[in-house]
């Protein structure tokens, strides 16, 4: 894929999933769906030809797992900072608030610091390295929202002696 088709998707992703984040969303009963993209964009980022720049192969693989971590960081506060709940039926929602929207642009900061740096060293980043980040935070925002699901009581209480 180009990178130019590389990037609209991995812009598109992140609006679509930035912007739901603000509604209330049932998370699926089934915990297969929610591996699907970040699936599809680590396959895209796999396949990009230039993940590592040959040229600086060191300082390109310390940015790539430094984008990597901070996209696994990025996740993980997302889905802590999240509200969840559940319903009459015992299924279990989501919404992000303020503090969810702070951790995203402190994580897009520090993502654009990384790009900087990449800069400023001469390391060329192809969209690979931002793909695999994305779905880097896709993965841990799962994970840790499935973890938090299981703990999840409802919130009504059930009347005693009915």
């Known amino acids: ?51 590592l720049d040959p040229d600086h192969p060191t300082a390109s693989a310390v940015l790539l797992v430094a984008g990597v971590l901070l996209g ?10 999240t509200r969840m709940w559940t319903d009459a039926d015992g299924a279990v929602w989501t919404k992000g608030g303020l503090r969810t929207a702070a951790v995203w642009l402190c994580c897009m900061a520090v993502r654009l610091g990384l790009g900087g740096a ?13 793909t695999l980040s994305v779905a880097a935070m896709l993965l841990s925002r799962s994970g840790v929202t499935l973890l938090r699901a299981r703990s999840v009581q409802p919130a ?7």
């Open 1 to 51: 894929m180009s990178g130019l088709l590389n990037t609209v998707v991995i812009i598109a992703v992140v609006a679509y999933v930035f912007i739901r984040q603000f509604s209330a969303q049932r998370l699926p009963s089934s915990g297969r769906k929610v591996w699907l993209i970040p699936a599809i964009l680590g396959v895209m980022a796999f396949r990009e030809p230039h993940l």
């Open 72 to 81: 696994l960081m990025s996740g993980a506060g997302w889905a802590w900072t």
């Open 118 to 130: 990449a800069a400023a060293w001469g390391v060329h980043q192809g969209t690979g390295a931002m």
């Open 156 to 162: 009504y209480r059930v009347p005693v002696g009915g």
